[in-house]
């Protein structure tokens, strides 16, 4: 049985303390597509102890109906600090990543790879 899942992406980063610059745990990290009329919700992570997440999601998240006209994520952040805090990345336009090999039948795409996304050290 053949199945259209798709290629799968991901989007990684580390959240670090502005003040301090050492890395923040527990924050939830919410990844979305913008688009003009409603933007796509493509998963969440939390941070772990070094402040890293990871959030793994199928193209179809973002590509929706208009697959041939979407083009490459424009993908923003929502960081959520359980002290209450909150912030919004600014969007990255047209993202691209390093294919990584990937043993996970369910997100390997032809090649075995999925796209990996690093948005880097965001201050928080």
Do not use: C, N
């Not at 992406?9 to 303390?17: F, K, L, N, P, S």
């Not at 003009?36 to 890293?52: C, F, I, P, Y």
């Not at 979407?70 to 959520?80: A, S, T, V």
Request: net charge negative; hydrophobic share 35%; proline share 4%.
């Amino acid at each position: 049985m053949l199945r259209d899942v798709g290629y799968w992406e991901a989007v990684t980063g580390r959240v670090i303390d502005d003040a301090t610059g050492k890395p923040i745990a527990a924050v939830t990290v919410r990844a979305y597509d913008k688009d003009v009329v409603k933007d796509d919700h493509l998963g969440e992570a939390e941070t772990d102890a070094d402040g890293r997440f990871r959030i793994d999601f199928p193209q179809r998240a973002y590509q929706g109906a208009l697959a041939l006209a979407e083009g490459r994520p424009d993908i923003y952040l929502k960081l959520y600090h359980a002290d209450g805090r909150m912030k919004t990345t600014k969007v990255h336009y047209d993202m691209e990543g390093d294919m990584e090999a990937t043993s996970d039948p369910e997100k390997a795409g032809p090649e075995s790879e999925i796209e990996v996304m690093d948005m880097g050290e965001i201050r928080f």
